[in-house]
């Protein structure tokens, strides 16, 4: 599967930002998805997952209840809406995919992805 992330750009402190993440050459519904970010000099960080099936989600506290994942199985796309930005959160955030049998099973490793897409660059300048 490919996947190409957009979305990224600059945004003030507290403002908000959807990422959207197209897939193709898959079957998008069999793959778990995530979000992950890194920042120059640092590790690829996990922000957040979504289940194949959509019902399930996880994130990180230092994301959670500003962060939001979904996605549309029809349209073989993933989003991150992100609200209540910070300086902390500029980064280049990139999609992820694995597949797995379980509808409802959420990945938050990095290890655990097997397709990544290009990243999009977030700033967020205060």
């Known amino acids: 599967v490919q996947l190409q992330a957009y979305g990224g750009g600059l945004v003030q402190v507290g403002g908000s930002l959807r990422l959207s993440c197209a897939a193709s050459?898959?079957?998008?519904?069999?793959?778990?998805m995530g979000w992950f970010r890194q920042a120059p000099g640092k590790e690829r960080e996990f922000v957040a997952t979504?289940?194949?099936?959509?019902?399930?989600?996880y994130y990180p506290d230092s994301v959670k209840d500003r962060f939001t994942v979904s996605r549309d199985n029809a349209k073989n796309t993933v989003y991150l809406q992100m609200n209540s930005l910070k300086p902390e959160d500029t980064a280049s955030y990139y999609c992820?995919?694995?597949?797995?049998?379980?509808?409802?099973?959420?990945?938050?490793?990095?290890?655990?992805?097997?397709?990544w897409g290009q990243g999009t660059l977030v700033t967020v300048s205060s």
């Open positions: 992820a995919a694995t597949e797995r049998r379980s509808a409802n099973v959420v990945v938050a490793m990095v290890a655990s992805y097997d397709y």
């Open positions: 050459g898959g079957t998008f519904r069999t793959y778990a």
């Open positions: 979504i289940s194949r099936s959509g019902t399930s989600t």
